[in-house]
Structures are given as structure tokens and as C-alpha cells.
């Protein structure tokens, strides 16, 4: 089955704690990206990356990281993280050319204590 | 600019009636627009996409982009229960990157 897989699915952690959330994707697309989505703010892009070794920040990058060593995977490190990094994190990938069309997993609940 | 404005209200409709959505946008070199259905604790899935103006419709479901006024509809005929979700708005700018609306919150009562 074509999928975006993400784990762990709900994390609680306490400030300044490093981890990583992982994603991975089995439909060889060459584009992925995470958001987080907040309510009364919507889905915010934080970083993406169009192919391996190729990342571009997104709209709310700051006290995240990301690398690109395979096509499948697409990580998500929380160096120090902190309460207000408390959200809904998604993880998305498209075909390269359609971006437009982004499959998302089912998505990594994260609380910052 | 980036922008993609939703009213983020909720609608509550009952079973059978036509459900309207409605976004704007601020740039105009936007070009792709979608519609994403997002249900409870769950990932958005991507219902529909237009490219540039005119309409699209795919069953139940019409996308519409007047890019004269910089306006996005999505209209679904004979709303069901099952169609009560979240819906976004979202476009395509830059370098391949997705600006989403706010999202409408939308009840089908049975």
C-alpha cells in the first residue's frame, strides 16, 4: 500500500529533551516536507526538500532540522525543544513536478512540557 | 506574498443541501489551487486541483477559480454525512511549496 508513514504517532517529552520524528515514504517521490498545524493558525510549512541531499526552509523553520540521506526518509529533529514546538506535526511527499498533489501521513502529536 | 485567507468558521448544513466554501488569495502568480479534506485525527487528503481559472468537477464536488477576483470555491451537491470534515484551501507558489488556508470546519447533519 502507498504510504507516508510517521512514528511515534503521539510523543510527550519535557523541554530541551532531543528527539526525532521519523517519516518515511514508499512511493519513490523525490519531494518531501513537514508542517505543523496549530489551531486558529492552520498548517505552516517548516522545512521541505525536493530531492536527496536538497533542504529548503519553510515558513517556520527556526529550532528545527531535517536531513535528506535517502529518497524514503525525511526526519524531523527537535534539538532542544521547547513548549510552544507543542503541535500537530505532518509529514508529506508528491511526485517530483506535483506538488500540488501531497500525500500526507497520518500525522505525530507532539507535547512539550 | 504568500497568503491564502479562510474563513476559518464552522458550517453546519443538514444532510442533502450544498455545501460553499470560499477562499482568497493575494498573489497573483499563483497558479495551482486545491482543496485538501482533512478528516478528525487524521492527514489532509487531496480532494481536488485546478490550474489557473475555470471550473473542475469531480462527482459530488465542483472546483471553482475566478482568478479575476483572486476567489476559490468548492461546492459539494447532495452533502452527506460521511463528507463532515475539515476543508483547505491551499496553492501553490515558489518553489514548489503549498500555502494553505485556515480551514472550514464543515457539519453534514443527518
Known amino acids: 500500500e502507498a504510504q507516508v508513514t510517521q512514528n511515534p504517532r503521539y510523543l510527550i517529552t519535557v523541554t530541551g529533551k532531543k528527539l526525532t520524528v521519523t517519516c518515511s515514504q514508499n512511493?519513490?517521490?523525490?519531494?518531501m516536507s513537514w508542517y505543523r498545524q496549530d489551531p486558529g493558525l492552520g498548517l505552516r510549512q517548516i522545512y521541505y526538500?525536493?530531492?536527496?541531499?536538497?533542504?529548503d526552509k519553510g515558513d517556520v523553520p527556526e529550532g528545527y532540522k531535517v536531513s535528506r540521506k535517502e529518497k524514503r526518509n525525511f526526519p524531523l529533529i527537535l534539538e532542544s525543544p521547547s513548549p510552544n514546538q507543542t503541535s500537530l506535526y505532518f509529514c508529506?511527499?508528491?511526485?517530483?513536478?506535483?506538488?500540488?498533489?501531497?500525500?500526507f501521513g497520518p500525522g505525530t502529536r507532539l507535547t512539550v512540557t | 506574498q504568500k497568503e491564502v485567507e479562510q474563513d476559518p468558521g464552522p458550517l453546519s448544513v443538514p444532510e442533502g443541501a450544498i455545501v460553499s466554501l470560499n477562499c482568497t488569495y493575494s498573489n497573483s502568480a499563483f497558479q495551482y489551487f486545491m482543496w485538501y479534506r482533512q478528516y478528525s485525527r487524521k492527514g489532509p487528503e487531496l480532494l481536488m486541483y485546478t490550474y489557473s481559472s475555470g471550473n473542475k468537477e469531480d462527482g459530488r464536488f465542483t472546483a471553482q477559480v475566478d482568478k479575476s477576483s483572486k476567489y476559490i470555491s468548492l461546492f459539494i451537491r447532495d452533502s452527506q454525512p460521511s463528507d463532515s470534515a475539515t476543508y483547505l484551501c491551499?496553492?501553490?507558489?515558489?518553489?514548489?511549496?503549498?500555502?494553505f488556508g485556515k480551514g472550514n470546519q464543515v457539519v453534514v447533519i443527518p
Open positions: 512511493m519513490n517521490h523525490e519531494y
Open positions: 508529506a511527499s508528491s511526485p517530483s513536478g506535483q506538488a500540488y498533489e501531497q500525500y
Open positions: 526538500s525536493m530531492n536527496v541531499e536538497v533542504t
Open positions: 491551499a496553492s501553490l507558489y515558489g518553489n514548489n511549496r503549498l500555502a
